[in-house]
């Protein structure tokens, strides 16, 4: 991979390195022991889980929010990476974070299924921040190194990263989708945020279409030359806009869920459960775009027109807390609260409910064990960039069986193409794929599940970042 394996070292009293990862939030989460101290611990979550075996592989530094505003961190080394807390005071946690990142961009970029709001303060706030991203990045980067910088809440660093540090190799990889040409002009600061982008060498998308939607804008909106996937800056250098479809740990994720311990603990959840026939099984963050109201409803049909039998059948949805501060994130969690609540009352009968609704964080070990008690698999979002529980799923089911349905609105599904393909919007559709889902024969379903399984562990993590950072160390191939 490339680039070498460089070490994070210390020069004076400041730490570099020569391969810098950037995101809004460093890949931790601190925690209180018993006695009081504190200590660090990985976080969930798509961005982190995607980055941590490249960081590791790297030994590289990783600059990014600790998750506490007004506090000022020096930077600190966990397991072999150099982290690089940059501080946040409240005020930019709910303008630059929860505001412009999160009620603005975020359902912009994901077709609007949310309404995005326009502050004008909003975005001073994420301009600030982004500067402070890169004034730090640029006093933590080597001489010629190698800076990744992920997400849409930092569109602004690659820019202003290479007004400081021209001498740098800058990377900018969109983990969400990046929206049709319409929708992205609705946006007040369009121009400065394409400007912003194309500070960077490689412009990385989940999907072919995001790279051509943003080539297209960048022709009509700057005027600038483009060919393909190629972009001519006026001050003549070549920014390259091209897809690359993240995936998992396939293998490392393989082995969990082939541990005797998450064998045991699988079939402890299926007798917890009752011991139905088929269990099926959603794992989302607690978001809009991940169609949660659509599928329970679904379920919640099949149940109550006799198609599923509640002894035969359960739903279990675990919906990771998120966002919780943000307004739209708040309307949902009480919409589902009540949609599942009267969904399990109507049943009207003692017994275990048909939907298991779990609003909480669990240890990977536990989606794991999730993953191999389940028989089908529900990834249905409104509009997702790649979903990565989709492929965990796959990876999770070394005897070839289970069902995975999948949202054509997921990046996954132009990968996956063996899944039980649905649109969500459309709920008889989405009834009768859940149906045929858990109704299909074992043969047709292992030989869906052995293709699948065979694109997850072809095109894992490692092949993701070495794709990459291959394109980014030469541009021209
Ligand atoms: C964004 C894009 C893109 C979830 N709950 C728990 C937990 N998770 C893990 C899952 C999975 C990850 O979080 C979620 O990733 P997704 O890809 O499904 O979704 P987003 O969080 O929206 O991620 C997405 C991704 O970035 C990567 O580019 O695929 O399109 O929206 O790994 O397993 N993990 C643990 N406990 C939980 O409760 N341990």
Known sequence: MNPKPPKAKTTSDTPTASFVVVANRLPVDRIENEDGSTDWRTSPGGLVTALEPVMRKNEGAWVGWHGAPDEVLQPFEDAGILLVPVPLSAEEVEEYYEGFSNATLWPLYHDVVAHPEFHREWWDAYVRVNQRFADQTAAVAEQGAVVWVQDYQLQLVPQMLRAQRPDLKIGFFLHIPFPPTELYQQLPWRNQILEGLLGADLVGFQLPGGAQNFVRLVRQRL?????????????????????????????????????????????????????????????????????????????????????????????????????????????????????????????????????????????????????????????????????????????????????????????????????????????????????EAMNDSPRSKTRRMRILRRQVFDNDIDRWATLFLDDLASPTA
């Open 223 to 435: 005027h600038y030359q483009t060919h393909r996937d190629r972009i001519n800056t006026p001050e003549g250098r070549t920014v390259l806009a091209r897809a690359y479809p993240i995936s998992i740990d396939s293998q490392g994720m393989a082995d969990l869920a082939t541990s005797p311990a998450i064998e045991a603990r699988a079939a402890e959840i299926r007798r917890d459960l009752g011991d139905p026939k088929f269990v099926f099984l959603g794992v989302d963050r607690l978001d809009y775009t991940k169609g949660l109201p659509e599928r329970v409803q679904a379920f919640g049909e099949l149940v109550s027109d006799g198609s599923l039998d509640p002894e035969e059948a359960v739903f279990v949805q675990v919906a990771t807390p998120s966002r919780e501060r943000v307004d739209q994130y708040r309307i949902l969690r009480d919409d589902i609260d009540r949609l599942v609540g009267r969904i399990n009352g109507d049943i009207g009968r003692i017994g275990r409910p048909p939907i298991t609704y779990l609003h909480s964080s669990y240890p990977k070990d536990e989606m794991a064990a999730l993953y191999r008690a389940a028989d089908v698999m529900v990834v249905t979002p409104l509009r997702d960039g790649m979903n990565l529980v989709a492929k965990e799923y796959v990876a999770c089911r070394p005897n070839e069986d289970g069902a995975l349905v999948l949202s054509e609105f997921a990046g996954a599904a132009k990968e996956l193409r063996q899944a039980y393909l649905v649109n969500p919007y459309d709920i008889d559709g989405m009834k009768g794929r859940l149906l």
